[in-house]
């Protein structure tokens, strides 16, 4: 028959298990537990793969074709797809599967910038107005709340509108005015989801202590308020750069957008939506639109997949 544990034995052991606990605990945080999430997670690795394609594809399309996507021969306009070219031609007789090729990169930079122009301001903002408080976090939610009032495309309208271009604009010139035009309207978004992520951090023990031993206000939101309210912001610019994406290529479709000679998606399917179009040569239209769709679609699988690793209620 087994003796029982004394007391002196109990309180080794328990000693013992006590920085085997604290050790396990500190080798872990919030982003590798999300990491170890998404591993197991088959929709991240899906949404990451098609994301690394079209990257790739936007960075170095010479890999995917060789074809000039600006030859045409009228000779082969609305040709269907064939051997020689696997996507078809299109009304000027442009080889389709070179031109969706190549309209990646435009779709993609406009997205990517358009994210990473509203997560800077969109973070500034929201973090000056939630740490500040007070006047400063009336007047600049105040002024957030005016962008926010007007809808993403009809501003993006009423900007690229007032503000045209033509085909001697460099094609930067071109990307960035939508950029702008898209940045513009959906910082706000990001400000106010930042400004409530810093107003949840700043009561934390942590900030409190790190405000008493006499950091200054930039050490506080670099060390301690930024890195734990970044996970709910760098969410919702997974999902908004798909978003951002469609967006730039329904500018494009209703012609104020990206304007030739630049090549995008957009603009494919705007040149392959004309009168009888759709029905004499579909696709003109069906390639461009899958490639587009696949595009958003990783993005908000990813979105999606980072948000869900990262929320722990659902763990």
């Known amino acids: 028959m087994t003796e029982p544990l004394t007391a002196q034995e109990v309180s080794g052991a328990a000693g013992a298990l006590v920085p085997a606990t604290r050790a396990a605990d500190e080798g872990r945080s919030l982003w590798s537990d999300a990491w170890a999430d998404l591993r197991r997670n088959p929709f991240f690795w899906v949404s990451a793969v ?20 600006y030859f045409a021969d009228l000779a082969h306009a609305r040709e269907k797809p064939s051997a020689e ?12 599967y070179a031109r969706t090729i190549y309209g990646a990169r435009s779709s993609i930079l406009v997205g990517v910038f358009a994210t990473l122009f509203t997560l800077v301001i969109g973070s500034l903002f929201g973090i000056l107005a939630g740490y500040s408080g007070g006047s400063l976090d009336a007047l600049l939610s105040r002024l957030g709340d005016i962008f926010f009032a007007i809808p993403l ?4 309208i009423l900007i690229l509108y007032t503000f045209p271009s033509d085909l001697e604009t460099p094609y ?20 106010r989801l930042m400004r409530s992520s810093v107003l949840q951090v700043k ?25 734990n309210s970044l996970a709910a912001v ?3 610019s997974t999902i908004n750069l798909g978003a951002y994406i469609a967006a730039e290529a329904t500018l494009s479709y209703l012609g104020i957008g990206l304007q ?8 494919a399917i705007s040149e392959a939506s004309g009168i009888g179009l759709i029905r004499a040569a579909p696709h003109m239209l069906l390639f461009p639109s899958i490639f ?11 979105g999606d997949a980072v948000r869900d690793a990262l929320d722990p209620k659902l763990r």
């Open 172 to 191: 930067l010139v071109v990307v960035g005015k939508v950029v702008l035009a898209l940045g513009l309207l959906g910082w706000p978004n990001i400000a």
């Open 292 to 302: 587009l769709s696949l595009t958003v679609l990783a993005f908000i699988m990813l």
């Open 260 to 267: 030739p000679p630049a090549i995008s998606w957009g603009l």
């Open 85 to 96: 070219a696997w996507f078809g031609y299109d009304g000027q007789g442009h080889d389709v």
């Open 234 to 236: 760098i969410v919702v």
């Open 50 to 69: 098609l994301i690394a394609v079209f990257l790739v594809m936007a960075a170095f399309p010479q890999l995917f074709t060789s074809t000039d996507p």
């Open 203 to 227: 009561p934390n023990d942590y900030v409190q202590a790190a405000r008493a031993l006499g950091a200054s206000p930039g050490r506080i939101i670099l060390s301690h308020i930024l890195p």
């Open 153 to 156: 495309l009809l501003g993006g």
